[in-house]
């Protein structure tokens, strides 16, 4: 599985954006980029995906660059509830069955 | 709608004895996993199923680990004997897909803590 790097713990204050970053420099093309948080006492919940081009959706923004070898995840207005690890995982294209693979992730600290 | 549901909440065994956990996840849902969380570690996953057939178990110890999945519904995953190091968080999720765009929906866990 292609690997993912992310900064082991990032802060923020409240309803101030976020940029999340994650490289992934030996991503191939049919892998897509994508973002799942874990909430405190939680599993895992969907966030976005992307494969070549820039994503948004209600939750987040999903910023991909022109090389793929990175990408950011943007909360535009970051909430207390938003404090959670936030994983960037390769998902394979080339593959039937799209196997999941979490690293470390990114734990978040929002300030009130 | 419902989402995956999970039992029990929490256990607490003494090791060498056998445990299982219950899985019932999203209706219509083809797709099922079964992932291992130690605290402090992203969750890493044990078994896929596809309907009610295995399509990943590369990551589960199958000396101690057993799990099933029912006429392609509910599954349950099995323990036995528990060791020490088996002490996590234990997540299924379910989706309606199972290729690369397909989007996991995770229970809430069965936390066992292994004495």
């Known amino acids: 599985d292609a690997k993912t790097t992310q900064p082991n713990s990032m802060e923020s204050n409240e309803e101030e954006p976020v940029h999340l970053p994650c490289n992934h420099s030996?991503?191939?093309?049919?892998?897509?980029i994508h973002w799942y948080r874990q909430l405190p006492s939680q599993g895992p919940e969907y966030v976005i995906h992307g494969l070549t081009s820039n994503v948004n959706n209600r939750m987040a923004s999903l910023a991909i660059a022109e090389d793929r070898k990175s990408s950011t995840l943007i909360l535009h207005r970051a909430t207390l509830r938003d404090a959670a690890v936030y994983y960037c995982i390769l998902r394979a294209g080339g593959t039937s069955y799209g196997k999941l693979t979490f690293g470390q992730g990114t734990i978040l600290t929002v300030h009130p | 709608e419902a989402g995956v549901a999970q039992s029990p909440r929490y256990k607490i065994i003494e090791k060498r004895q056998s445990v299982a956990f219950w899985c019932n996840p999203i209706?219509?849902?083809?797709?099922l996993y079964w992932y291992q969380q130690i605290l402090g570690q992203g969750p890493k996953l044990l078994i896929q199923f596809q309907n009610n057939g295995v399509v990943d178990d590369s990551q589960l110890p199958k000396d101690r680990f057993s799990a099933e999945r029912l006429k392609g519904v509910d599954s349950t995953l099995k323990i036995q004997p528990a060791k020490l190091e088996d002490s996590a968080v234990y997540l299924c999720a379910s989706s309606l897909a199972s290729g690369v765009l397909g989007k996991l929906f995770f229970g809430s866990g069965t936390q066992l803590s292994v004495l």
């Open positions: 209706s219509g849902h083809a797709t």
């Open positions: 030996t991503i191939s093309g049919t892998d897509y």
